[in-house]
């Protein structure tokens, strides 16, 4: 990770103050109690199959309350507000058999956002507003198998992913997002297909734009769904030279704190934080008031935590607002200076620094150094080369040297 330096409008306003995201776009959808018929529209009201749920469809068959959730949540004070495209990839898609308009949902949602954040600009050019392109985590995993039966089983793959996620980048690009947010992230391998995507649409483009990450801590164990603790995610998305890393979702202000405060002490960029308002009570409804979130976020703040806020499930324009008070003259985070160093993950974090002691690293998962480990791997025992890097690591190795030199395959 390297820090980011102001370059842009966007880099100036993040040295000067705390950035305010909006709220949760699907608590304000289901807020409206839309009927099948408002959610199918005309172009959709005789499709076969069932479309309850497809928040995104929206961005094409209401965009007028797309657009108004854009503007409550602008005139509650946010800086930056984020697309309805949370489930616009083709994987999330084809769930409903719409796998075929991800593009077109990605660039109308990002064409509604842009169109509600210009009028606010329009309106006081003094207070810049910004666009967020979403792309969220998709419903499969690159890490986790479906099926407990089968832990080996994988429902797409890094290259599917990197495929579908281009897709999105392109509609969110080619509709005028000023940033894009890779959120939601339970699963890092799906985030660096995601990033890999991103940069390739922007290359492709000849465009520059920032990438914001987030993931998302599933509970107090402290970890990511793919295992992962915050020290892992952060190493693992370093590569990434990111514009910001945080969390969001799954955990309320008050649960989420102690893992901003590591990100916070641990990365030389800046950090985000959108959690919900609070934890889901037993109708899976969420209670806590704009004032108790605002309270808990204002802490963030005024531990020197946060370079952006916001929300997410269970938040509403009510919240943002009151979040926009709590954080006012607040001084944003200062990135801290972080020493050099190896640093790489697995399930957890592993850095090698001056204080380091004897690393032991495992070589015989290489195909130039171990014959028998070429065998295996030309001959397809993928179950067999697992276990001779398992033995390594169970004989102390803490690192494991994987070669796959295809010139030697």
Do not use: W
């Amino acid at each position: 990770m390297t820090s980011i330096k102001p370059a842009t409008p966007l880099h100036q306003l993040l040295s000067e103050r705390i950035l305010l995201l909006d709220g949760a776009m699907g608590t304000m959808i289901q807020a409206r109690r839309l009927s099948d018929r408002d959610m199918r529209g005309d172009r959709f009201a005789d499709f076969p199959h069932d479309l309850a749920g497809n928040n995104d469809l929206l961005s094409l068959t209401q965009p007028k309350i797309i657009r108004e959730i854009h503007c409550a949540n602008l005139e509650a004070g946010a800086d930056i507000i984020e697309t309805n495209t949370f489930n616009s990839t083709r994987a999330a898609q084809a769930d409903y058999h719409l796998e075929h308009i991800a593009y077109e949902l990605n660039l109308e949602a990002t064409r509604i956002a842009r169109s509600a954040a210009d009028q606010y600009i329009s309106l006081n050019s003094d207070k810049p507003r910004f666009v967020a392109g979403i792309i969220g985590p998709t419903s499969r995993s690159a890490s986790i198998s479906p099926d407990v039966n089968d832990p080996g089983f994988r429902n797409t793959s890094f290259d599917e992913l990197v495929d579908d996620y281009y897709s999105s980048a392109e509609g969110l690009v080619d509709g005028g997002a000023d940033i894009i947010m890779i959120e939601t992230s339970f699963d890092t391998l799906n985030a660096k297909a995601a990033v890999f995507a991103v940069r390739k649409c922007l290359s492709d483009r000849e465009r520059s734009l920032p990438i914001m990450i987030s993931g998302t801590i599933t509970d107090a164990s402290g970890r990511t769904l793919s295992g992962q603790t915050v020290g892992a995610f952060c190493n693992s998305m370093a590569h990434a030279n990111a514009l910001s890393i945080g969390f969001n979702c799954a955990l309320g202000a008050e649960q989420l704190r102690p893992y901003i405060a590591e990100m916070a002490a641990n990365v030389p960029i800046l950090v985000s934080a959108h959690p919900n308002a609070g934890l889901p009570n037993e109708f899976g409804e969420y209670d806590q008031t704009p004032a108790e979130m605002a309270s808990l976020v204002g802490d963030y703040a005024r531990s020197g935590f946060v370079n952006i806020v916001g929300g997410c499930c269970g938040t509403t324009p009510a919240h943002i607002a009151a979040l926009a008070s709590a954080i006012e003259g607040v001084a944003p985070r200062q990135t801290p200076s972080i020493e050099p160093a190896c640093r790489l993950s697995g399930l957890e974090a592993f850095s090698m620094t001056p204080e380091s002691l004897f690393v032991n690293i495992g070589e015989r998962t290489n195909v130039t150094g171990s014959s028998s480990f070429a065998r295996l791997i030309k001959e397809g025992q993928y179950d067999e080369a697992l276990e001779v890097a398992r033995q390594q690591v169970e004989a102390g190795a803490q690192i494991i040297d994987i070669n796959m030199d295809e010139g030697m395959l």
